[in-house]
């Protein structure tokens, strides 16, 4: 029987999950949306990654990454639990080994990661804001009544792209309906929201760090070429989009899991009964927030906790 590895990146809207080889070729590979229950998108992420496992082939370690890495880590017994940064820059190192940046912008998040020699030597994160992300995008094309997969199309055919200040959903969408009572077409206004979108990204994620090539752009937003054109144009440089660019997380995490322990991974954990309670520790006038999974009623592991008082499993 030939090991195989599975990795999930669960994030706050999509779960992806991948399993490889030991030379690191992907085998199956699933993207979903999280709709708020990330053990539940699991499940559903298994139950789809499991026929596209060949029959010769045996998962022995598991990885995980994302939001919820360790909620999800626990529940899958895995040997690896990264943040993300390691995972994307172990994926992307692993399809392009000279890379120097990564540009990511996924569903309400995004980062920049400089990459030397093989090496992570700096990166940064936007968490606080959902401006200039795919949930951004997706918001405004509903706005517009355009559909997101002709979103990139429409916007390749402005001439004359409305300049959107993206610095905040808010005064985004005030002034995304003010381009429009002006006269300014749908095809503009779209251009504008992507160009927008990378300044926002360069003039305040990216300030001040020096963007070398080769770059690589992933995440969802990586599918929408406006947005790809107007990095490089910005740039001055080729951005790549990997196919899989949106996989390089649950595929770096993936990769690291082959040096952990192995285990007799089962599929059958879709089975199992998994739940969350949160409650507040009162032991001491810290009052923490206390999250603790259960396995079919049983406890496996909890934390939260700031000091001992609270206890372990």
Known sequence: MKK??????IGSISTKGVVIDEKNKILASSYIWTNGNPLSAVKELLNE??????????IVGVGTTGSARKLVGVALCAGVIKNEITAHAI???SVVPDVSTILEIGGQDSKIVLVNNGV?????????????????????????DIPLEEFAELAMTSKNPAKIAARCTVFAESDLV???????SKADIVAGLCRSIVLNYLNNLAKGKLIKAPVVFQGGVSKNIAVVKEFERELG?????????????????????KDAPEIDFNFDITDVNFETKGTECEKCPNSCEVIC????????????NKCDRGGTV
């Open 4 to 9: 195989a590895y599975l990795g999930i990146d």
């Open 49 to 58: 990654l499991k026929p596209g496992l060949p029959k010769n082939h045996k």
């Open 91 to 93: 994926g992307t190192l």
């Open 120 to 144: 992570v030597n700096d990166y940064a994160m936007n968490t606080l804001c959902a401006a200039g992300t795919g949930s951004f995008l997706s918001s405004q094309a509903k706005r517009l």
């Open 178 to 184: 003010h381009k429009a009572q002006i006269g300014y």
């Open 237 to 257: 440089m080729p951005v790549y989009v990997d196919p899989n660019g949106h996989l390089m997380g649950c595929l770096g995490v993936a990769i690291l899991a």
């Open 293 to 304: 999974v259960y396995r079919n009623n049983e406890l496996i592991d909890m934390w939260g």
